[in-house]
């Protein structure tokens, strides 16, 4: 039933017709008997601007954000959660008052998914991350902050990937980071070393394959 009271939340992307928040969001409102609808939003990249405008204008209470928008949405809102700002990306819009305030859930939501469905253990583990993404960021971040040994990013624009790791070093000493270009020659050569791949990038949103990946060496 929506009405005058009802609270309006949602997501924002391009494309967005792939995501299940709505339906399991949705659930979560009816389950806890709250007066609260969640709606996709296609916002194109040229539109984002108004998009947030938007949000100000109708009083939507927050919105969770995805690809492409979570680097560029940061220069639109009032605030940004220190860990969203060191990740440099947001995936969480909420309102508080009058002001828009971001915040990045993906790394945290990675961790506890790794170690409570996969039994992964963290610290000292080789990782490959595949993009150099707002979604690679947030993942890098929170691995990082768990003591991983070394992270590599892998990415079809190199310098993007090269400059992704350049700005993590002095944050997290500790880490061994290193930038490789996406094709199956540098593949080859991290994939043997590999605890964890990652794929970060949009492939697999409509059920694609990562076929570059030569599975038959990585760690089993």
């Known amino acids: 039933m929506i009405r005058g009271t009802t609270q309006v939340y949602g997501i924002i992307g391009d494309p967005i ?7 399991m969001q949705n659930a ?12 996709p939003f296609h ?3 040229q539109a984002l601007g108004d998009a947030i405008r938007g949000l100000r204008a109708l009083a939507v209470q927050g919105v969770n954000v995805t690809i492409p ?6 220069s639109f809102l009032d605030e940004i959660d220190l860990d969203a700002e060191l990740i440099g990306a947001v995936n969480t819009i909420v309102r508080r008052d009058d002001k828009l305030i971001g915040y990045n859930t993906d790394g945290i939501g990675l961790v506890n ?9 963290l610290a000292g583990c080789h990782v490959v991350v595949l993009g150099a993404g707002g979604a690679a960021r ?18 079809r624009n190199v310098d993007r ?9 002095d944050y997290f000493p500790d880490v061994k980071f290193s930038a490789l270009a996406l094709d199956e020659t540098s593949l080859t050569i991290v994939a043997p070393a590999a605890e964890l791949i990652l794929n ?15 599975w038959e060496i990585v760690k089993g």
Do not use: W
Not at 69 to 74: D, I, L
Not at 113 to 121: A, F
């Open 17 to 23: 017709k792939h995501s299940l928040s709505p339906v």
């Open 28 to 39: 979560a409102f009816a389950a806890m008997d709250m007066d609260a609808v969640y709606v």
């Open 43 to 45: 916002v194109a990249p």
């Open 69 to 74: 928008h979570k680097e560029a949405v940061c």
């Open 113 to 121: 998914s790794l170690k409570s469905d996969l039994g992964v253990e």
């Open 138 to 155: 947030a993942a890098i971040v929170a691995l990082a902050q768990q003591g991983v040994r070394a992270v590599v990013v892998v990415n």
């Open 161 to 169: 990937a090269v400059h992704l790791v350049e700005g993590y070093r």
């Open 200 to 214: 970060s990038t949009s492939i697999g949103l409509s059920g694609e394959s990562f076929n570059v990946i030569p």
